[in-house]
């Protein structure tokens, strides 16, 4: 078995083999930091790397098969996690500059899942400043660059993990969303970002425990490989008072099936969400697999849910999320903030009780319109981002098919109306543009009916196959 073999081998596949033992887990690990260290210069996906440690993981790992221990379904699996998430004793920075040198005591919740789980880490992947904007750069570590064209962006926040999975850097990764940061860059990337229902993987420590907005979730190169990370990393835990109570085994594709007949399942067809601008590349390509969801039996209708309020609701929200975390920092730290930063902190703080209260109120009222609408309609499928990868150097859009925006996030309201609805949504290779840049189509089910969208996405995935046209770069 060759290393490009292992490094783009399925995870599924991968992680069975290693309970076979057909591969050690040595072997494995040092197949994928041959990858790292041969492709990540070029690339700039994971910041902060520690193979030394990696491969001694791996040695305790092949050591726990030997004994026959009771082993987790990711053992032996390399992953990445994003350098917002805290790692024990690893730095993590927030892409800012004020937390270059940060190293936390303690892991987060899903970095202790994936740990259980048997998953052992390389490093972390780069984000931008807290996250904040589809676009991975920040003063700390550059920018990630786009494997599908280096002079692109790959989108963000988790940019970092969606590259180094494109390029075989490890074969699943974390990441988080809040507008958007699962699903754009797998949809910049080629791969897949699962953005599931608030509280199925359960965020802790966490400033705002109680939050709705943002989550925590699986990234991988294949559906099945992002269903059986999300097997690990959800289920509940009584340190977050929002945690979903369902067992994270019932996502396993090892053991619940993804196969499904969809003959007679409605769609709600929209290529532009009832009028965003869209530029006319992603809708060419969005447009060109609609026969694809026809043909695994689906009925589609051109429809749309009333997305009134989302903007607003989103924006306050976020807003006021920026301020509650981050005011501290803008008060001491003016300086070394980016300037995007700076702008969402300071219009949390001009909220009022009533602005708040208002965004609550039109979400609530976004929420019933949509679950109505999806009474009809068990899923709706709509671009994932509203441009193709751009220029490195751009830091945000600031205008789409001619239409101004008016905000460095106003470009991803495609994502970020979903987020606000708080439906489960997943990028999933679409195709390319006649440049070769990647383009995701966004898939959008009910509330918390995460599995049948996984299985909705590995119906058009196995019918499609475009997640096997990896990136030149990586060999």
Known sequence: MTNTDINFMAAVELAQRIRSKDVSCVEVMQAHIEQIDRVNPKVNAIVTYHPEQALEG????????????????????????????????????????????????????????????????????????????????????????????????????????????????????????????????????????????????????????????????????????????????????????????????????????????????????????????????????????RGTFGELGCDIDDACPDFSGANEAFMVSRAAGMAATRAELLRNHRDRLKDTVIWNIEEGMKLNAADVGAAEVKRAALFERVRKFMEAYEFMVFPVSQHPPFDVTQPYLTEVNGVQMETYIDWMRSCYYITATGHPAISV????????????????????????????AYAFQQATGFWKQRPEIAG
């Open 58 to 289: 791996a040695k305790a790992a092949d050591a726990a098969l030997r004994r026959e221990d009771d082993v987790g379904v990711l053992h032996g699996l390399p992953v990445a996690h994003k350098d917002l998430v805290d790692t024990a004793g690893v730095r993590t920075t927030y892409g800012s500059p004020i937390f270059a040198e940060h190293i936390p005591q303690q892991d987060m919740l899903i970095v202790e899942r994936l740990k259980d789980a048997g998953a052992i880490s390389v490093g972390k992947t780069n984000t931008p400043e807290f996250g904040a904007g589809s676009q991975t750069f920040n003063e700390v570590f550059g920018a990630t660059l786009n494997p599908y064209d280096l002079s692109k962006t790959c989108g963000g926040s988790s940019g970092g993990a969606a590259v180094a999975l494109a390029c075989g850097m490890v074969p699943i990764a974390d990441g988080s969303d809040l507008g958007g940061s699962l699903r754009n860059p797998s949809n910049f990337c080629n791969i897949v970002g699962f953005r599931t229902a608030i509280g199925r993987v359960p965020v802790w420590p966490s400033q705002t425990p109680w939050s709705a907005l943002a989550v925590q979730g699986p990234m991988a190169r294949t559906v099945q490989d992002t269903a059986l990370m999300l097997s690990a990393i959800a289920g509940p835990d009584a340190r977050c008072p929002i945690a979903l109570t369902d067992d994270g085994e019932s996502f396993d594709p090892l053991i619940h099936s993804l196969e499904c007949d969809f003959s007679g399942v409605r769609i709600a067809w929209s290529s532009d969400m009832g009028g965003l601008p869209v530029d006319p590349r992603i809708v060419s390509v969005i447009e060109s697999q």
């Open 429 to 456: 290779p679409c195709g390319f543009t006649d440049d070769g840049l990647p383009v995701g189509v966004q898939i959008v089910g009910r509330h918390r009916s995460e599995f049948r969208v996984l299985q909705l």
